[in-house]
């Protein structure tokens, strides 16, 4: 199983704490238009020095925390500046869901002082010996969608339109309706799963409020725009990591097994949650696209581009992002930075034939570009140089996998998250 790679949080009294970058953002960041234009991926070994990183140690000390540094500052805003102080209720537990295989619950989890809390979803298997592993992942719908459980609770947060949403609230309609989420699948794997509702974190819509958005991203409002504002993406990869904070004091939990997983948006989520956070141990992005796992210099007519989704979405960046949306080739960076501030942990990036907005072609092109990084591991990251065809898993460390169909999470994906978390997760030949 692949290890965390450095410090884990430090737990004082109860406050829970990452430990900090040793380089803080550099002051001397040039606006976006001032940046040099760059048609090819950035070498992701390249310092802004010039130098060329050659060992682990100047990956993990001088080119990690300067790359995190710039999209912080160019891309996804910072880092919310939030101590985070966990505290989780337990609201109900039912030890015989699902015919006796599944024990499930509900916490109300409050992730700092004077916040409204965030409810997570468990389901553990019931047949296990010792800690499990879990994947963990937020939801658009609201844990109720998942399960017709009539404990789960349904959330009071803003929801974006739907047909089982009235007046932007979730109602009862909705109980169980979700097929994103196979709890009866990922269970008898021998894997638990955790998830929350995005939009109790911040709510997906730049003119709605509500959540923790008034801790997480205090400049949203700000005239003129702050650059470098914390955007939603960063403040639900910040939730990730606190509902992380809570799992890992859960004794049925392997707090060395945990997977981040997520769709569309939120796999762009889960992504950054990775890049940031080391305990993540291995990532499922699924059909993330354009800021997420897609990158941003693109020649596919059909994708997404930065201009497109900053317009459209600017709530989800940092005001900086739009400004490349006319070149996205002064870009410092481009995902596959992304996906190296993960290294050597396992990514695996799952796409759909019909989806072409997501760019499944520059998914994997993504993947191939980060294996430098993962070599100074002395790892391979991606085995292959070509697209596979449709339901062929490359299971490498850095994984993909395109089949047909459309933009979604079908039950037919969680079949191999679950074969990748069996090899990355599981295998004794990993540890």
């Known amino acids: 199983m692949i290890k965390p790679l450095s410090a884990l949080p430090l737990i004082l009294t109860g406050v829970i704490v990452l430990a900090t970058p040793r380089h803080a953002i550099p002051a001397d960041y040039p606006p976006p238009e001032r940046l040099p234009a760059q048609a090819t991926f950035p070498n992701p070994l390249k310092l802004r020095s010039g130098k060329i990183v050659t060992t682990k140690s100047e990956w993990e000390t001088t080119a990690r925390p300067e790359i995190s540094a710039l999209f912080q500052h160019y891309m996804?805003?910072?880092?919310?500046?939030?101590?985070?102080?966990?505290?989780?209720?337990?609201?109900?537990?039912?030890?015989?869901?699902?015919?006796?295989?599944?024990t499930l619950r509900e916490y109300a989890v409050t992730m700092a002082d004077n916040t409204t809390p965030v409810h997570l979803l468990l389901a553990l298997p019931n047949q296990r010996t010792g800690a499990v592993p879990v994947f963990l992942g937020l939801n658009f719908t609201g844990n109720h969608t998942l399960t017709k459980h009539p404990k789960v609770r349904i959330p009071t947060a803003w929801m974006r339109p739907s047909a089982v949403v009235n007046n932007n609230r979730?109602?009862?309609?909705?109980?169980?309706?979700?097929?994103?989420?196979?709890?009866?699948?990922?269970?008898?794997?021998?894997?638990?799963?955790?998830?929350?509702?995005?939009?109790?974190?911040?709510?997906?819509?730049?003119?709605?409020?509500?959540?923790?958005?008034?801790?997480?991203?205090?400049?949203?409002?700000?005239?003129?725009?702050?650059?470098?504002?914390t955007g939603a993406i960063m403040a639900w990869a910040w939730g990730l990591q606190r509902l992380a904070d809570h799992l890992q004091t859960i004794p049925e939990i392997d707090r060395d097994r945990l997977a981040v997983v997520g769709h569309s948006r939120l796999g762009k989520t889960a992504l950054l949650a990775a890049a940031l956070d080391p305990r993540f141990s291995l990532t499922v992005a699924n059909q993330s696209g354009c800021g997420g796992a897609g990158p941003s210099r693109s020649n596919n007519p059909k994708a997404e581009t930065v201009?497109?989704?900053?317009?459209?979405?600017?709530?989800?960046?940092a005001p900086n992002f739009s400004r490349f949306g006319d070149d996205p080739s002064r870009l410092p960076f481009d995902q596959h930075q992304l996906v190296a501030l993960v290294a050597p942990r396992p990514v695996l990036f799952t796409c759909a034939t019909d989806d072409q907005w997501a760019n499944p072609a520059g998914q994997f092109e993504v993947l191939v570009a980060a294996n430098p990084v993962y070599r100074l591991y002395g790892v391979e990251g991606i085995t292959e140089t070509t697209m596979p065809p449709e339901n062929q898993l490359i299971s490498s460390r850095l994984g993909y996998w395109i089949r047909p169909g459309k933009h979604d999470m079908t039950p037919a994906d969680w079949q191999i998250y679950l074969q990748f978390a069996d090899k990355w997760l599981k295998a004794p030949a990993t540890k």
């Open 76 to 102: 996804y805003g910072r880092i919310p500046k939030v101590v985070a102080k966990i505290s989780a209720t337990l609201l109900f537990e039912d030890k015989s869901a699902y015919d006796g295989k599944i």
């Open 170 to 229: 979730a109602t009862e309609a909705g109980r169980g309706v979700s097929t994103r989420w196979p709890l009866a699948t990922i269970i008898d794997r021998g894997y638990a799963l955790a998830t929350a509702y995005y939009g109790e974190i911040v709510p997906d819509d730049p003119t709605v409020r509500g959540g923790l958005d008034h801790l997480l991203m205090p400049d949203r409002d700000a005239q003129p725009p702050v650059p470098d504002a």
């Open 307 to 317: 201009k497109r989704i900053t317009t459209a979405f600017p709530h989800w960046f």
